[in-house]
């Protein structure tokens, strides 16, 4: 994930609604005080003070790019076409990829979607179906044009199913699917990649697909249980590495590797092998990580 999209996502999770977390990611590029940007859009959330109108991650996105092309000059007709063509871009492109720009419609079967103006309790339900968690998640985070530059993948392990050659490992940017009766397999959980550079994630009708840099789909296959881009349009195979969260997090912390290693009572070797996804310590060691570096332990897996 980019480095705005990890602080909307993050902004979010404080409980900043849709428009103030994606305004607040760009608060600092565009100049404005942190408290006052997410002010001037803290009626956007909920599609508009709960009406469930337009999204409000699409108003956030409007507000960024009203910031940066904006005009002041009631006559400037060629900048407010511009700004207009950038808007109407932005607009179309969300809705490509998720099916829809309006808050009722992106929460279709949501429980408490309604337009009461009473704001939703922030719980893990609520934080797992709201867009902007689910669609930074599929279609990259599409900011403003600003594509997130990780991906979630899943490791997938097909033992049973009607033609051979799907049966084995491989990677997909969807979870197993256990709804198929005619396949029974698993994945991992999902892990974050980071994706080579010029490579975006996008999606079409819903489908997200990974890009090349001329805007052709990849494909993904398995090797030596690691994923594998393949781009037929280069004829490349290109290893996806792990996103490195550990790393990125002990440093928003401040610690070096060794202040982090002697705090775990770990040698540095160990540490360097967790923070390049060589080998996982289990779960309480990555609680205690989390609890150290003050961050959510989802931030670092």
């Known amino acids: 994930m980019s480095e705005k999209g990890e602080k ?11 428009a103030q977390a ?39 996105m409007v507000f960024v790019a009203s910031a940066k092309l904006g005009y002041s000059d009631p006559k400037a007709t060629v900048e407010k076409k511009e700004l207009y063509q950038e808007i109407q871009r932005i ?31 922030r719980t893990k339900d609520y934080y797992q179906k709201t ?25 997938i392990n097909c033992y049973d199913a009607p033609y051979e050659e799907l049966l084995g490992e491989t990677f ?26 010029g490579y975006v994630l996008s999606a079409q009708d819903g489908v997200p697909m990974i890009l090349n840099p001329d805007g052709n789909p990849c494909g993904l296959q398995g090797h030596n249980g690691c994923p594998l881009l393949i781009d037929e349009a280069k004829k490349l ?22 202040e982090l290693a002697d705090r775990l009572e770990i040698s540095q070797a160990l540490l360097y092998q967790w923070e390049h996804c060589e080998v996982e310590p289990d779960v309480r060691t990555w609680k205690r990580i989390a609890d150290i570096l003050q961050c959510d332990i989802l931030d670092l897996i």
């Not at 197993?176 to 080579?196: A, C, F, H, I, S």
Request: charged content about 25%.
């Open 237 to 258: 195979a290109i290893l996806v590495e792990r996103d490195k969260k550990l790393i990125r997090q002990r440093e928003l912390a401040n610690l070096t590797r060794a």
């Open 172 to 197: 997909s940017l969807v979870p197993w699917d256990e709804q198929d009766p005619t396949m029974k397999g698993e994945d991992d959980g999902g892990r974050d990649y980071q994706l080579p550079k």
């Open 22 to 60: 994606v305004v607040g990611a760009f608060a600092e590029e565009l100049g404005l005080d942190f408290d006052m940007a997410v002010q001037l859009v803290s009626g956007f959330g909920g599609g508009m003070g709960r009406l469930r109108q337009v999204c409000g991650t699409v108003s956030g």
């Open 91 to 121: 607009a179309e492109q969300f809705r490509k990829e998720n099916g829809s720009i309006v808050c009722a419609e992106l929460l279709a079967g949501v429980k408490d979607a309604d337009n009461s103006p009473i704001p939703s309790a």
């Open 131 to 155: 867009p902007l968690c689910r669609i930074s998640s599929l279609c990259g985070g599409n900011f403003g044009g600003l594509y997130m530059d990780t991906v979630t993948l899943y490791r």
């Open 8 to 18: 909307a996502k993050a902004l979010f999770l404080q409980g900043y609604n849709c």
